[in-house]
């Protein structure tokens, strides 16, 4: 679909979308000039976020931009980019947006597909919409192996842990979120940092909302990453355990109990019983020095096994349970019934 396509659905959906973007800067330079310059005219409003950019990138904006959509908030202090996102996202439902549209400052985002972003939100298929630098295997051949094999891990963590199996390239930052949604989500909680992104498909998993992935193809300049790989690994670590337990027992256990609850816990016993039970049978029999005989070590081994296929079952069924639906379209009626009744 290209974006000439893209505007035309925009334009059938009766009356117009009015669509945010929001940019946080941090360590941008005078390429988030250009980004504000290349945003098209379905941008009814830019927001500059300031993070206590050292590079004064706010001030730059302000002397240079021209552009009468451009609105400048500053921050006290840095919050780090999921910090500034939300501060924009506030700003945007102020504002009455419609759909919010995340764009960073560094250029490698292009605002051309900006309306490829937006157009599976407002044809009523998605609530969130994110970019997939890894859709197409030219552009995956000129990336680095560490970095196709950190995504890879990274990626399966997310997955794991935010319900939404069918996505790829979590940490991509070129998002778009209808504001129907994103009234629903807890701000306040959602990570301020680079867990951001993956924090936020965890939240929208909670409220059952549909994610899709758009393709799209990074623009590398040689611009340094804010993001050093040593110091994210522990949080992003922590971060995923502690969804991927509140995900598991709010949507298995307390929202809902089903055959796949059981197979969870059964699971997990069978496991933990045939470890268990084969640790002592090994250390038992090991300072006696004698072979343990065939019937005990099965009756550790079936355990097991019967435990990680009723663990495969339950991960099958998760996979299937991702949200399909959108959910802002009954959200929305909802608001304009609301409205309606006051």
């Known amino acids: 679909m290209s974006p000439k396509?893209?505007?035309?659905?925009?334009?059938?959906?009766?009356?117009?979308?009015?669509?945010?973007?929001?940019?946080?800067?941090?360590?941008?330079?005078?390429?988030?000039?250009?980004?504000?310059?290349?945003?098209?005219?379905?941008?009814?409003?830019i927001y500059c976020i300031d993070d206590c950019c050292p590079t004064g990138a706010i001030d730059l904006i302000e002397r240079e931009a021209t552009d009468p959509r451009v609105r400048v908030v500053r921050h006290p202090?840095?919050?780090?980019?999921?910090?500034?996102v939300r501060t924009g996202y506030r700003a945007a439902i102020a504002d009455g947006m419609d759909i919010v549209v995340k764009i960073d400052g560094d250029g490698q985002m292009s605002p051309s597909l900006l309306p490829l972003m937006v157009a599976p939100i407002v044809a009523g298929e998605a609530d969130y919409v994110k970019g997939n630098r890894f859709f197409s295997i030219d552009d995956v051949r000129g990336m680095p192996m560490v970095r196709l094999v950190g995504n890879a891990a990274l990626s399966f963590a997310t997955k794991l842990s935010t319900g939404y199996w069918s996505l790829f390239d979590p940490t991509n930052g070129y998002t778009a979120i209808h504001t129907a949604v994103l009234k629903q989500v807890p701000l306040d909680r959602v990570a301020n940092r680079y867990f951001f992104e993956s924090d936020m498909l965890f939240r929208l998993n909670i409220l059952r909302a549909r994610v899709v992935d758009v393709p799209m193809a990074a623009v590398y300049r040689g611009e340094k990453s804010n993001m050093v790989i040593s110091r994210i690994i522990l949080p992003f670590m922590a971060g995923h355990l502690r969804n991927l337990s509140i995900r598991i027992l709010y949507n298995y256990f307390l929202r809902d109990f089903q055959i796949a609850s059981l197979e969870l816990v059964l699971g997990l016993i069978a496991i933990l019983f045939g470890v268990s039970f084969g640790g002592y049978l090994w250390v038992e029999n090991a300072g006696r020095a004698i072979n343990t005989p065939a019937g005990p070590v099965m009756l550790a081994a079936l355990p097991i096994l019967s435990g990680i296929q009723l663990l495969l079952a339950f991960l099958n069924y998760d996979i299937h349970a991702e949200p399909i639906r959108p959910i802002h379209p009954s959200l929305s009626q909802h608001r304009g019934h609301s409205r309606g009744t006051r």
């Open 77 to 84: 202090r840095n919050l780090g980019v999921g910090g500034a």
């Open 5 to 45: 396509e893209a505007v035309a659905i925009e334009s059938e959906a009766g009356r117009s979308a009015r669509i945010g973007v929001v940019i946080p800067c941090y360590k941008v330079g005078r390429t988030v000039l250009d980004v504000i310059t290349e945003i098209g005219p379905e941008v009814d409003r």
